[in-house]
């Protein structure tokens, strides 16, 4: 499928981070995602329900972002990337976080992760 819907900069503040001040203290941070999609029938018929609602995404994952408390970036990622696998029922995901003014000179650190379903299967 070569249809994606993406979803840039979606900023939210959570606790992440292996320092004493980070784990007291909220930061942002930033999510681009991009997910599969057939853009055809949606544009057929011109009904959400044809499609990947982007809102409930990005509902649930900054209900989810908000309550979590993680040491690192990589962690929050993964957990993200198996929430929305798992509520959406998508074939994958790709997805970056960065953890703004996380480095003195830089404007941001992160990681950028791909995942699929079968990534998280037992």
């Known amino acids: ?9 979606l900023k939210i503040e959570t606790i992440v981070g292996i320092f004493d001040w980070e784990r007291t203290t909220r930061q942002t941070v930033s999510f681009d995602f991009e997910f599969p999609a057939d853009a055809r029938h949606a544009a057929k018929l011109d009904r959400i329900e ?3 609602n982007y ?5 649930k994952v900054i209900a989810y972002v908000e309550k ?3 040491q690192l970036v990589e962690t929050l990622a993964e957990r993200v990337a198996e929430l929305i696998l ?7 995901v790709k997805l970056s976080i960065s953890k703004l003014g ?19 299967t037992t």
């Open 1 to 9: 499928m070569r249809d994606r819907i993406h979803l840039s900069d």
């Open 50 to 52: 044809d499609t990947l």
């Open 55 to 59: 809102k409930s995404v990005a509902k």
């Open 68 to 70: 979590s408390e993680f």
């Open 86 to 92: 798992q509520e959406f029922d998508l074939p994958w």
């Open 102 to 120: 996380a480095i003195r000179g830089s404007r941001e650190v992160g990681i950028t992760i791909e995942r699929t379903r079968a990534d998280f």
